[in-house]
């Protein structure tokens, strides 16, 4: 299965995207060498209470773990899934193939795209955001806003520092080590992780639930809009 011919990348932002290309077959294998489960944990923590979404916008989710599992228990589901390495798509085409037929892919940097259809009631960013800059953040979701349905939510999953002992003397390093690597392997130019959390709540989306991983090293939240109220809109945080 292969990308539409005509799909090219779009015109990125200031800071170019990382190429992941290379990293496509293999980003599995390196995942389960380095956290084991966790990552998948992490991404899949709030799956079950998202089956009655219809229209999803699922950006950098690299060789296509989620989409996969969300169209299997989501039968209705349509995506639109956004990355600027093709390789990836394909993988992730590959991954969710018997569901195929409910992907559109966009070979497009996530910070220059326009959504073609919303409005989406689900938005999914698994360790994507750590990928650009607070302020890239912010933009991010600040244009995405408008095409998100009132009752949307936005799914993240994250690495994270904890305000703790292991935070100051393991999680940090580790972090630093990652962004080491990575620059190495795709040219990713970020070496910190920005503050999603305060670019959300500026761009007008409440925190509503979150879980923890590894003592904090991994995140995975619900964020809706700021404007909307819900039975969901709540914060239950889970060690």
Excluded: K
């Excluded at 800071?15 to 290379?22: K, L, Q, S």
């Excluded at 995942?31 to 089956?51: D, M, Q």
């Excluded at 995405?144 to 904890?162: D, M, N």
């Amino acid at each position: 299965m292969s990308l539409p011919p005509s799909l090219e990348l779009s015109a990125a932002s200031q800071t170019r995207a990382p190429d992941f290309d290379r990293l496509a077959h293999v980003y599995r294998w390196m995942e389960a060498f380095t956290f084991g489960p966790y990552l998948a944990r992490c991404r899949c923590a709030f799956l079950s209470g998202i089956s009655n979404r219809r229209h999803a916008l699922v950006l950098g989710d690299g060789d296509g773990r989620f989409t996969a599992q969300l169209l299997r228990t989501n039968p209705i589901i349509q995506i639109d899934a956004v990355d600027a390495s093709r390789a990836m798509l394909q993988t992730l085409l590959h991954r969710a193939a018997e569901n195929a037929s409910r992907v559109r892919c966009h070979h497009s940097d996530a910070r220059s795209w326009l959504p073609p259809d919303p409005p989406y009631d689900l938005v999914a960013t698994h360790f994507f955001l750590d990928c650009l800059t607070t302020d890239e953040v912010h933009a991010l979701a600040a244009a995405l806003r408008s095409a998100l349905s009132p009752s949307a939510v936005w799914i993240v999953s994250e690495f994270a520092v904890p305000e703790s002992q292991f935070g100051r003397l393991a999680a940090r390093p580790l972090i630093g080590l990652l962004y080491r690597g990575f620059g190495l392997l795709t040219g990713l130019s970020i070496r910190r992780l920005p503050d999603h959390a305060i670019a959300l709540r500026e761009a007008g989306f409440r925190l509503n639930r979150r879980r923890a991983f590894l003592y904090g090293l991994l995140v995975s939240e619900i964020w809706s809009r700021e404007d909307y109220s819900s039975p969901e809109s709540r914060l239950l945080q889970t060690c």
